[in-house]
T-cell receptor, first 116, second 115 residues
Framework: AQKITQTQPGMFVQEKEAVTLDCTYD???????LFWYKQPSSGEMIFLIY??????QNATEGRYSLNFQKARKSANLVISASQLGDSAMYFC?????????????FGKGTRLHILP | EAGVAQSPRYKIIEKRQSVAFWCNPI?????LYWYQQILGQGPKLLIQ????????DSQLPKDRFSAERLKGVDSTLKIQPAKLEDSAVYLC?????????????FGEGSWLTVV
């Protein structure tokens, strides 16, 4: 079973609009971390935002915010005031547990296209 | 602070040839990862090191892939012999350690085309 599910393979959004990228996860471990990465066409993976399972507030980083709904196991990324440079692949990822052996796993990604 | 360095950036080889990729993680990062990303898919973990020890290589095709991190810093990933389906981006990443709250940082990737 998939641990990270991103149901939107692609999205088209008008410039300056807000966009929400969906991510649901599956874990039975009470301790976990959720990450969002951006991958432009150049291929590098750029870290955007992190949410810990015990964090009381939703994470925010500039125009990025994470809509964390723990009971629903969702961690949607919200990009406000989208820009042309936001066009890229976006990956949701999770690391479970608090052991040093724990690995990070990725969803299949959502390709975001910002339209001028 | 310097980021994760990888080389070569691009490599084209024929099937059955061998190739090696090099990675230098961020200074002080104990955990190093190699991911394989096939076009259109999310990254898949191949191997994870904690210092110079392997903590997860369950998805590494060990008949053809090998990786080492002898001194707990730099790492090399080797493929021998390469197959067509090995065409992918090989991403190296590092983190302070593998506790859940520690962000992992990626290099720019090594793009491999097997023809």
């Amino acid at each position: 079973a998939q641990k990270i599910t991103q149901t939107q393979p692609g999205m088209f959004v008008q410039e300056k609009e807000a966009v929400t990228l969906d991510c649901t996860y599956d874990t039975s471990d009470p301790s976990y971390g959720l990450f969002w990465y951006k991958q432009p066409s150049s291929g590098e993976m750029i870290f955007l935002i992190y949410q810990g399972s015990y964090d009381q507030q939703n994470a925010t980083e500039g125009r990025y915010s994470l809509n964390f709904q723990k009971a629903r196991k969702s961690a949607n990324l919200v990009i406000s005031a989208s820009q042309l440079g936001d066009s890229a692949m976006y990956f949701c990822a999770m690391r479970e547990g608090s052991n040093r052996d724990d690995k990070i796993i990725f969803g299949k990604g959502t390709r975001l296209h910002i339209l001028p | 602070e310097a980021g994760v360095a990888q080389s070569p950036r691009y490599k084209i080889i024929e099937k059955r040839q061998s190739v090696a990729f090099w990675c230098n993680p961020i200074s002080g990062h104990a955990t190093l990862y190699w991911y394989q990303q096939i076009l259109g898919q999310g990254p898949k973990l191949l191997i994870q090191f904690q210092n110079n020890g392997v903590v997860d290589d369950s998805q590494l095709p060990k008949d053809r892939f090998s990786a080492e991190r002898l001194k707990g810093v730099d790492s090399t990933l080797k493929i021998q012999p390469a197959k067509l389906e090995d065409s992918a981006v090989y991403l190296c990443a590092s983190s302070l350690d593998s506790l859940s709250g520690n962000t992992i940082y990626f290099g720019e990737g090594s793009w491999l085309t097997v023809v």
